[in-house]
């Protein structure tokens, strides 16, 4: 089995990369060693146990949280290096879709939408804004919702509308954290197509933490398994779960 270092592409063709990356909280650690490369237009599905780290490593990649040691790249920028006007910049060109959606409940869907554009690209006039979230909606097939509130929405809607919302500001990267959990099987599936649409679409690179191996298998081009805090195999999703590794037996027994 591959370590993903070892897979290593040139530097200028990684969208993220990974060395050595290190994160405690006080004495608990959870990334130990993290080395990752992902090219452009490529999905890499990360799996692990709960508390094993997955979603403090793409809060890592994103810049919502900083890492303890290591070297952290995207888009070419070492994201703990550059100043707080850079670090901004990038992160609109990075996408995250969390776990719960994080709309805001006391904005319709239209006021949601357009909050980052309008926080962002303060340039944009209301037609253009008006256009961006009519385009994003349709995207995500969702433009009778306009006017709902997100309480009005289902959970698989509310997913849609959290990557419309992502989409607005035409990510180069998407983050996704567990984004079918919860969902029934056939709005997982919906939500699984919705990913590879926006990969081919905006030509996004992206990672998906995920603990169901079909959305892995659907959406990735390849996976990785965090144990004990670093990779313990990755590789396309065939290579890795024809290991006999016993985190990874278990992880397979348990969705099939
Ligand atoms: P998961 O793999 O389930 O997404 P997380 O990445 O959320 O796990 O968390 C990994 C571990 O780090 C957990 O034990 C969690 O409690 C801890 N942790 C995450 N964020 C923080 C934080 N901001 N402060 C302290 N501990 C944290
Ligand atoms: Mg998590």
Redesign the pocket.
């Known amino acids: 089995m591959n370590s993903l270092a070892s897979q290593s592409y040139p530097n200028n063709e990684c969208v993220i990369r990974t060395r050595g990356l290190k994160k405690s909280?006080g004495s608990?650690n959870?990334l130990k060693n993290i080395d990752l490369d992902i090219v452009k237009g490529e999905n890499l599905a990360v799996l692990?146990r709960?508390?094993?780290?997955?979603?403090?490593?793409i809060k890592i990649i994103s810049g919502l949280l900083k890492p303890d040691e290591g070297k952290v790249e995207v888009l070419g920028q070492e994201i703990d290096k550059i100043g707080p006007e850079a670090l901004q910049a990038l992160r609109m060109k990075i996408g995250f879709s969390f776990q719960n959606s994080a709309l805001y409940d006391s904005m319709s869907v239209k006021e949601n939408l357009s909050f980052p554009l309008v926080r962002n690209k303060r340039h944009l006039g209301e037609k253009e804004v008006k256009y961006a979230i009519e385009e994003v909606l349709s995207e995500v097939g969702l433009s009778q919702t306009l006017n709902q509130m997100p309480s009005e929405l289902s959970g698989g809607q509310r997913k849609r509308i959290g990557i419309a919302r992502t989409l607005i500001l035409k990510p180069e990267i998407m983050l996704y954290d567990e984004p079918t959990a919860g969902l029934d099987p056939i709005t997982s599936i919906d939500i699984n197509n919705l990913i590879l649409k926006v990969q081919k679409k905006y030509n996004t690179s992206a990672i998906i933490?995920t603990h169901d191996l079909t959305c892995a298998k659907k959406t990735a081009n390849k996976v990785a398994m965090i144990v004990d805090g670093t990779f313990l195999t990755s590789g396309s999703f065939d290579e890795v779960f024809t290991s006999d590794d016993e985190n990874v037996k278990a992880f397979y027994d348990y969705n099939f």
Do not use: D
């Open positions: 909280f608990l959870v692990g709960s508390g094993s780290g997955k979603s403090v490593l933490i």
